[in-house]
Structure formats: structure tokens, C-alpha cells
């Protein structure tokens, strides 16, 4: 057949973008990519992501561990095609509700002016987190009437300034004199104003593996509870009246939650991992609501651990701890609001967590990958090669020995798709500030 010299023209167009750029991989629903991270086009993600992305209210990125190059690469060209082609502009991080706030702050100043980012405030930074927050930064300078802003959620402040703020705050939000006061009588370290002076308090209140006495450490949870329902329906009053006291009145309760979700971590810390983190999770949850709605911001873009994004569907054994709940699984049942998730996950992988050793399992996702040959890929968690198993491990530790590291769970409860790199490593770590006891 007679061809036109056009059509043959754009069809060896056609022919060379397909094999520069993506092709489904050796096994069935894989893509494989043939690219870097930063060079992944936004077809490409498109016709991956669009529909399934567009009827999301979050998209929550998680890292199998945190500071590896490859995830932090391949994040960044997801937040960067979700913010141009889906419009988010809220992006919520796995960081202290207090201290993102510099950031938080650096980020909304890039609309007048181009600084240095204070990267240091999170978690274990690297140069490889440096690409995303120059790409905000120059966004926002040529959007200033449409910024991206940024939130952490997390709970690892100093929690004197968070009971500093409450009671700085309470009596203009509207809350009950008594109520704030009573605060100061029955919430453990609320007296503290560092570090040593905390590790003091809890080892006097604490005794087998509670705050003592229970009475008032639970009288403690109902206070904070009602000033976290009384501040956050202020603030979702005054947002509607356009009022500009509701930010006063949200940040009110995120400090509320924040400090439930500390003292919830510490009281069973001692005694009940899995309650210990559940309590963390459970505030992480609360707090990108309340940042959501402070904004607000009916979608958003939230990027933590693996274990802070999983949907936990069914069970799973996260690290031998047993079956720990995520900050989205929290979110999910308080909102009910849609969240797609991405796992990133890779067979070696280095970090600022350490070095993750190799998976062996027969039933290794990363190993399954990496032994097929793949090594930057996409799949959904329905791809017709994962029917192989019910359940398979994902790489999300560094314990040697004979057993397997990381999580073994059914893939499509925690997560709906995955990307998987053959090596993902730690690239050059940056001064930080501390983590546990900033």
C-alpha cells in the first residue's frame, strides 16, 4: 500500500515517542519507563493517572523510607504534574504542625521574592528534596494570585508551644475560661518548657505503661477534645462568614490535636506499640482535615511513609509490630473523603533511615519486579500478575536475617498503585534539626 509522505512522517513520530518513553514491561499491567524520573512526561502520567487522579479528593505519595534519591526524584514530578495539570495547590507533609510553619511560611513568601529554602525543618533532609521546593518557589513567583501552600501534620513538637498557643488563643476563639485552665490542672508536661524538664515529668507520671494517675490524664483527652470540636465548628463558622479570626480559631485546633496525638504517642508508649502509633496516626489524620478545611481546600496532595498513607483495607503485620493504622485510614473514616495512593517501593533502596536489605521472599513484590527484569516502573495494585499471590511482602526495613524485612499485606487493601525502582539511594544529606525532640 501506498503511503503519503506525511502520514509516514507522523507515524515515525509517533513509532520514536512510544520507545522514548514508556512500554509495558515483562509482566502483565507493568509499564516500564524508559526514562529518569524528571523527564516522565505529563502524557505519560496522564494516561496513567488522569482518570483515576481526577475523582480523588487526596493523593498521598508514600516513601518505603524516607531520604532515597529515586523517590524523592520521582515525588517531585508527581507533585509537579498534579499541581499544572489537576490544579491542587495544598500540599501537606509528613512534619510538625509548628515548625512546618517556617517552611509553610518560606513557601507563601515566594510569590514577592526567590529565598533559600529552609529544608532543614524536615524530616532527614537531603539535596534531593532541594529540585521540589525550587520548583514551588519559582510556580508561586509566576502564580501569585493562585500559590501553592504547604502544611506539615505531623506531631513531633515541642508541645509547651502548642499549650502556649491554646491558652494565647482560647479566650478569643471563645472558649471557656474553666475549660483552659483545667487544661494547666490535668495534662501531663503541660508545666515543662524543655526537653529535660519533660523527661522528668514522665518518668514521675508514668507506671506500667500509663500516665499517672489515669483519671486525670483521661480528664486531660476529654478537655483537649472538646477544645479541638469547639475551635475547629469556630472556625468552620467564621470561614463562611469570611471572617479572618477563622484561622486563629483553626490553628486553635490543630494545636489541640496535635497535643492529643503527642501525649496519646507517649502514654502508651511504654506499654503498647500499636496503640502508641495508632495515636499518632489518629492525629496525623485530624490534622490534614483541619489544614484542608483552614485552606479551604477540597483536594490535596499529602506525601509521608508508606505506613502514614496505606488505606489498611485488611490487616497487616507493619515491621512484626502487628496491625498498625495509617493517618489516611483516620482521615478516610472522619471525612469520608476519597484518597489514591501511591507506594513507592524499590528492590535495593538506601536512605537516610539506613540501608534497606534485600528482599528474598518468594512472595516479594520487589524482588518479583527486579527479577522480571523491571527497574523504574508503574502498576496498579489490580496488575494480572499480583493473582500469583493473596498476600506479598513489600521492602520497608533493614533487620538482617533469615526472615523477611518489611510488611506483607494484600496489596490492593493498602494501596492502589505502586512505583518501583531497582535502586533508589540515599543521595547527599543535609543539616537537620532534631526529629523525636525538635
Not at 489544614?291 to 497487616?316: D, F, G, Q, W, Y
Request: with cysteine; glycine share 6%.
Amino acid at each position: 500500500m501506498l503511503l503519503r509522505p506525511g502520514f509516514v512522517k507522523s507515524f515515525a513520530l509517533g513509532i520514536a515517542f512510544f520507545l522514548s518513553t514508556s512500554v509495558f514491561g515483562a509482566l502483565p499491567g507493568v509499564t516500564e519507563f524508559s526514562t529518569s524520573p524528571e523527564k516522565v512526561t505529563d502524557a505519560e502520567l496522564s494516561a496513567l493517572l488522569h482518570a483515576r487522579v481526577a475523582s480523588a479528593d487526596v493523593i498521598a505519595i508514600g516513601e518505603s523510607v524516607h531520604g532515597s534519591s529515586g523517590f524523592l526524584r520521582i515525588q517531585t514530578r508527581l507533585i509537579r504534574y498534579l499541581v499544572v495539570n489537576h490544579g491542587l495547590r495544598l500540599i501537606v507533609w509528613e512534619n510538625p504542625t509548628l515548625r512546618s510553619l517556617e517552611l509553610g511560611r518560606w513557601v507563601s513568601s515566594c510569590t514577592a521574592v526567590k529565598t533559600p529554602a529552609p529544608v532543614d525543618v524536615l524530616y532527614w533532609p537531603t539535596v534531593s528534596d532541594l529540585a521540589l521546593w525550587d520548583w514551588v518557589c519559582d510556580f508561586n513567583l509566576s502564580h501569585p494570585n493562585d500559590p501553592i501552600v504547604f502544611r506539615g501534620m505531623d506531631v513531633w513538637d515541642r508541645p509547651w508551644e502548642h499549650f502556649s498557643k491554646i491558652q494565647a488563643s482560647g479566650i478569643r476563639v471563645g472558649i471557656d475560661p474553666l475549660l483552659l485552665k483545667s487544661i494547666k490542672t490535668f495534662c501531663p508536661a503541660y508545666q515543662s518548657s524543655s526537653w529535660p524538664e519533660i523527661e522528668i515529668i514522665f518518668a514521675q507520671l508514668q507506671h506500667d505503661g500509663k500516665f499517672l494517675p489515669e483519671a486525670d490524664y483521661e480528664k486531660c483527652r476529654a478537655i483537649l477534645t472538646t477544645l479541638h470540636n469547639t475551635s475547629r465548628q469556630s472556625g468552620m463558622e467564621k470561614k463562611k462568614k469570611n471572617d479572618p479570626g477563622s484561622d486563629e480559631a483553626f490553628e486553635l485546633a490543630i494545636s489541640a490535636s496535635t497535643i492529643l496525638g503527642w501525649l496519646g504517642f507517649y502514654n502508651y508508649n511504654w506499654s503498647d506499640d500499636i496503640l502508641s502509633w495508632n495515636e499518632r496516626d489518629l492525629a496525623q489524620g485530624r490534622n490534614l482535615m483541619l489544614v484542608m478545611e483552614k485552606h479551604n481546600a477540597p483536594r490535596a496532595i499529602l506525601s509521608a511513609h508508606t505506613s502514614h498513607v496505606s488505606h489498611n483495607r485488611s490487616r497487616a503485620d507493619w515491621w512484626g509490630y502487628g496491625d498498625l493504622k495509617s493517618g489516611v485510614f483516620f482521615f478516610t473514616a472522619m471525612t469520608r473523603k476519597k484518597v489514591f495512593n501511591i507506594a513507592l517501593t524499590a528492590y535495593e533502596a538506601t536512605g537516610t533511615q539506613g540501608d534497606w536489605s534485600l528482599p528474598a521472599a518468594s512472595n516479594s513484590l520487589d524482588k518479583k519486579l527486579h527479577d522480571s527484569g523491571h527497574g523504574f516502573s508503574f502498576l496498579l495494585s489490580n496488575a494480572a500478575f499480583l493473582s500469583e499471590n493473596s498476600k506479598w511482602w513489600m521492602q520497608n526495613g533493614n533487620f538482617p536475617g533469615p526472615y523477611e524485612s518489611g510488611v506483607e499485606l494484600t496489596l490492593r487493601d493498602h494501596f492502589d498503585a505502586f512505583i518501583f525502582f531497582k535502586r533508589s539511594h540515599l543521595d547527599k544529606a543535609l543539616p537537620e534539626r532534631p526529629v523525636w525532640e525538635p
